[in-house]
């Protein structure tokens, strides 16, 4: 079983392209999709620096996020929910890193916008206004709709990556 639910897991990780952050402030719910990309434990994904959930998560403060797979089947509804907090990537290298694989999960980019994307260090900042950030899971839940009892548990998601 182990095997299998580390399978699904890459699975969810690698092809899931959306990510839904979520916050409350002052009881009004907000939430925001973002396309993000996996590494080192991390959900990594591009916003603009004035965006709700930006602000709202300035000094540490903890948000939601969730990734599912879409399923026109209730019973095979998977993925995370999670809590956290985000941080701003400032370091050159780790951004770089982090770009090419964005680019690569997200082909479109580069065809549509070429060799810049690469070469140009501050492409997403100029074409779309938006920085790198990291979601930082605090707590990760696997939520699986084919199990019979215990559809949201709790793991270490290093232990399975």
Partial sequence: MEKKLKDRITCLINETRVMTLAISQNDIPWSSPVY?????NYFYFF?????KHIQYAKNKKIISCSIFQDS???DQIFGFQMSGTLEKILGI????KIVKKYISKFKFLKKIFG????DNKQFFLEKFKSELYCFCPEKICISDNSK???KRTEIDLSKFL
């Fill in 36 to 40: 993000f990309v996996f590494h080192g």
């Fill in 115 to 118: 060799p810049q994307i690469l």
């Fill in 72 to 74: 026109d089947d209730m």
């Fill in 47 to 51: 916003s603009n620096k004035n965006s």
């Fill in 148 to 150: 019979k009892t215990d």
């Fill in 93 to 96: 290298k780790l951004y770089l």
